[in-house]
C-alpha cells in the first residue's frame, strides 16, 4: 500500500515522523511509503537511526527542501506552496501515484491546500476533521468537526452529521449509527440558532443510513450512547484537547497513588495486567490520527506534537480508510441521497471552490498541541 508522508513541519522535526514510519514498517510488510522533506536530511537521519536495512530499503525519499511551520499563516502557506513537503505530497495524491498522505503539520495550511489540490466531495458542502475517542463500553465515538471549520452553518452540520455516520458504518462496520448533536442541554430550544436549525433539519428527514437521537451533552461523547457527535470546530477541538488532558492526568493520578505507599506498589504489580489494559485503552497516543472527512482523497492530520509511536498510529488510520475506500463510499452515499449543497465544491481536477480560501484563514487552533 504505497502512503505519502510529510515528514517535517511537525513540533519535533522528521525524527518523530521517520521513527514512526519505521514502526509502522515494521508491523505492516504491504506499507510503501514516499517521503518528503529536505532528502539529504532524511537520509542522515535514516542513517542514524541504524534501522534494519530491509526497512530502510522501502522507503523511497522524494527532496522537498522548503517547509511551512506551525507558525506560518494559513493564507501566506496557501500564496506560496511550491516546493514544500505538505505540497509535495498532496500532489502525490492528487496524481494517484499514492493511495493517502499523511502530515502533522500546520493544520490550517494543510486545510486549505488539501481543499485545492484534492477538491471536495461533490455535494459536501464543506469538509471536516474527524477522529475517533474511546468509550467506557470498549468502543469508540466519531467527533466532528475538530477544527477545520470554526463558523458554520446549519447545512454544514447536517452534511458533518452524514459524513460521520459513513465513517462510523464503513470503517468499524455500524450498521446504522447513532448520531447526536452537541449542545449545552437535550431540552428544546436550548443552544445556538445553527444548531437548533440543524436539529430540524435532521428530525426532518427520512434517512435509514443512520438514527439521529437529537442533542447530547459532553458526557455522551465518552458513554457509548452514540456512534457520532457533532458539533463546530471551535467546540470540538477545546472538547478534544481537554479530554486528552483528562486522560492523561488520569493516567499519572493512577501511577502515583500506587507508587505513594509500599502496600500499593505491592498492590499494583498484582494489578499490572489490569493497568496495563487500562493504560492501553485511555491512551490518547492510540487515537492519534484525524481525517481530513470529505475531500476526494484520504488525508490524515497527525498532531504536531506526535511522538513516533502516536504517528505510526496516524499512518495505520490512513491504511484503514484505504481499505475500505472511504471517499468512495462518500461519493456514492452522496449520489444516492441526492444532495446538493448550496456552497459550491472543488472538483477533481482542482478548481477552486468559493469558500477554500475563508478556510484558510481561520483560526489554525486544531490538533496543533
Known amino acids: 500500500m504505497r502512503i505519502a508522508i510529510d515528514a517535517m513541519g511537525g513540533d519535533f522535526g522528521p525524527r518523530s515522523t521517520v521513527g514512526g514510519l519505521l514502526l509502522a514498517l515494521e508491523r505492516h510488510v504491504s506499507l510503501e511509503p514516499t517521503v518528503f522533506g529536505p532528502r539529504l536530511e532524511l537520509q542522515s537521519l535514516l542513517d542514524s537511526l541504524n534501522a ?52 502533522c503539520g500546520n493544520t490550517g495550511a494543510l486545510m486549505a491546500l488539501a481543499r485545492r489540490e484534492l477538491g471536495s466531495v461533490p455535494g459536501v458542502s464543506r469538509p471536516a476533521i474527524s477522529t ?18 470554526v463558523d458554520v452553518h446549519a447545512r454544514h452540520l447536517v452534511d458533518f452529521a452524514y459524513m460521520g ?122 487515537y492519534n490520527g484525524a481525517s481530513l472527512l470529505g475531500l476526494n482523497h484520504i488525508v490524515v492530520k497527525s498532531h504536531g506534537n506526535a511522538g513516533e509511536r502516536s504517528f505510526a498510529f496516524a499512518i495505520e488510520r490512513a491504511m484503514r480508510e484505504v481499505e475500505v475506500g472511504l471517499p468512495d463510499h462518500l461519493r456514492h452515499a452522496w449520489a444516492i441521497s441526492g444532495k446538493t449543497s448550496a456552497v459550491s465544491s472543488v472538483d477533481a481536477v482542482g478548481r477552486v471552490d468559493s469558500g477554500f480560501r475563508d478556510a484558510a484563514k481561520a483560526d489554525d487552533s486544531s490538533l496543533q498541541g
Not at 506560518?72 to 494517484?96: I, Q
Not at 475517533?132 to 471549520?149: I, K, N
Open 132 to 149: 475517533a475517542v474511546p468509550t467506557r463500553d470498549g468502543g469508540r465515538c466519531y467527533l466532528l468537526d475538530l477544527g477545520a471549520s
Open 52 to 103: 534494519d536495512d530491509r526497512l530502510v530499503r522501502r522507503v523511497q525519499l522524494v527532496d522537498s527542501p522548503r517547509v511551512i511551520l506551525q507558525s506560518t499563516p494559513p493564507m501566506e502557506a496557501l500564496e506560496n506552496p511550491a516546493s514544500t513537503s505538505m505540497l509535495s505530497m498532496l500532489e502525490s495524491v492528487r496524481d494517484g501515484r499514492v493511495a493517502a498522505g499523511v502530515s
Open 165 to 286: 455516520a459513513l465513517m462510523a458504518s464503513a470503517v468499524d462496520g455500524i450498521e446504522r449509527p447513532k448520531v447526536a448533536l452537541l449542545n449545552i442541554g437535550v431540552e428544546a430550544g436550548k443552544g445556538v440558532a445553527r444548531v437548533r436549525e440543524a436539529d430540524a433539519d435532521l428530525r426532518a428527514r427520512d434517512d435509514c443510513t443512520f438514527e439521529y437521537v437529537g442533542y447530547c451533552e459532553g458526557d455522551t461523547i465518552f458513554s457509548g450512547d452514540a456512534d457520532v457527535v457533532v458539533c463546530d470546530g471551535f467546540v470540538g477541538n477545546a472538547v478534544l484537547k481537554a479530554s486528552e488532558g483528562v486522560a492523561k492526568m488520569l493516567l499519572k493520578r493512577l501511577q502515583s497513588t500506587f507508587e505513594a505507599h509500599w502496600r500499593t506498589r505491592l498492590l499494583s504489580v498484582l494489578a499490572r495486567p489490569a493497568l496495563k489494559r487500562l493504560k492501553s485503552q485511555l491512551d490518547p497516543v492510540r
